[in-house]
């Protein structure tokens, strides 16, 4: 069994780098491919976080390669137009603005995030389940983004083309107060009245409410959705 995972993995990474080469070094004419290629693995260390051109920049600039902020911003502007990754832009849920400049970035395909980041490193499930989460709602049909609020954030405000909206936090288990008053409270500071959702790895969660939100597991939300 080992052996296939293995050979899984090897096949992702060819995948990935026969897309890499042609659909974006070739194709824009990209003549820094090695610092491409790390900002690749960047992206897949740091799924679901906040990525900034501008502190890339400062750190490459402290590890003495110097590239600008615009030239990171066009190389993930390639890299999301090869549909390796996807930018996700943050929204400001009570002035009702999108914010600029600092996004965050999905996968495509999590096996290749996988087959890059490694695939048994036990803290990413957080960053794996909430890749997985942000497919599934694109697949449903939502236009997704990052909700800012003051007090915090909430990881997707997902909305139709008819104007509904959903909000949903992501988290692995929902296993003490701490994490739940994260999660759960969060949500509870967006005073609107459209659907809340947590959507969580915890036993024998399936569809639960909770003060108006509702907690869902990760496998009744992949067959049925958030309805």
């Known amino acids: 069994m080992p052996k296939i995972f293995i050979i899984e993995e090897i096949y992702l990474k060819d995948i990935y ?13 990209i003549r820094n491919a090695t ?38 911003i066009h190389y993930l502007r390639c890299l999301s137009q090869a549909y390796i990754v996807q930018p996700v ?7 009702k603005r999108l914010f600029e400049n600092i996004e965050k970035y999905y996968f495509e395909d999590h096996g290749i995030r996988n087959a890059l980041a490694g695939s048994n490193r036990s803290g990413d499930i957080e960053k ?11 697949r449903l049909g939502y236009t997704v983004t990052v909700g800012q609020l003051q007090a915090g954030e909430i990881d997707f405000v997902c909305t139709k083309p008819s104007g509904q909206r959903r909000y949903v936090q992501v988290t692995y288990l929902v296993a003490d107060e701490t994490t739940r008053k994260r999660e759960f409270g969060n949500l509870s500071a967006i005073k609107d009245d459209y659907p809340k959702y947590v959507i969580s790895m915890s036993p024998l969660v399936t569809r639960n409410d909770d ?8 496998r009744r939300f992949l067959l049925e959705g958030l309805e």
């Open 211 to 218: 003060n108006g939100i509702t907690h869902l597991g990760i």
């Open 89 to 95: 832009r943050r929204y400001d849920i009570h002035g």
């Open 35 to 72: 610092f491409l290629e790390n900002l690749v693995s960047y992206l897949a260390d740091n799924t679901g976080k906040l990525i900034s051109a501008n502190n890339i920049s400062k750190y490459m600039k402290t590890q003495g390669v110097k590239i600008t902020p615009t030239a990171i």
């Open 128 to 138: 794996v389940l909430e890749n997985i989460v942000f497919q599934h709602l694109i």
């Open 17 to 29: 780098h026969t897309v890499l080469l042609k659909d974006v070094v070739m194709r824009n004419q």
